[in-house]
């Protein structure tokens, strides 16, 4: 992965710093931190090489990073609030 120039994190919603935001909401100390982590998860379990991650919006307890798969843009979404995984998980159906 292109770790040259870390993700620009941004707030959806709130007036937040995104930076704290990150730190106290996803438990990353900086934004390399969490572009690597996607990177790994989705190498991991979906056997995709990420080549960059440009950008991280956050906004409740949800967060998209926006990556790139070789030529491919891609929106990678988490969160770790447990209690939505059944229905990110209903939202990842829909989208396959």
Same mark, same amino acid.
């Given at each position: ?30 934004? =390399?931190? @969490?572009?690597?982590? *996607? %990177? ?9 090489? +990420? #080549? ?10 949800? =967060?998209? @990073?926006?990556?790139? *798969? %070789? ?9 770790? +609030? #447990? ?12 989208? @396959?």
């Amino acid at each position: 992965m292109d770790t040259s120039a870390p993700p620009v994190l941004q707030m959806l919603w709130e007036p937040n710093d995104p930076a704290e935001v990150m730190r106290r909401r996803f438990g990353f100390g900086s934004e =390399a931190a @969490a572009a690597g982590w *996607v %990177g790994a998860l989705l190498r991991s379990h979906w056997g995709r090489e +990420v #080549t960059a991650c440009e950008r991280i919006v956050m906004s409740d307890m949800n =967060a998209l @990073a926006w990556v790139r *798969v %070789g030529s491919t843009r891609m929106i990678a979404k988490w969160s770790p +609030v #447990t209690e939505r995984f059944a229905r990110l998980d209903a939202l990842a159906e829909l989208n @396959a």
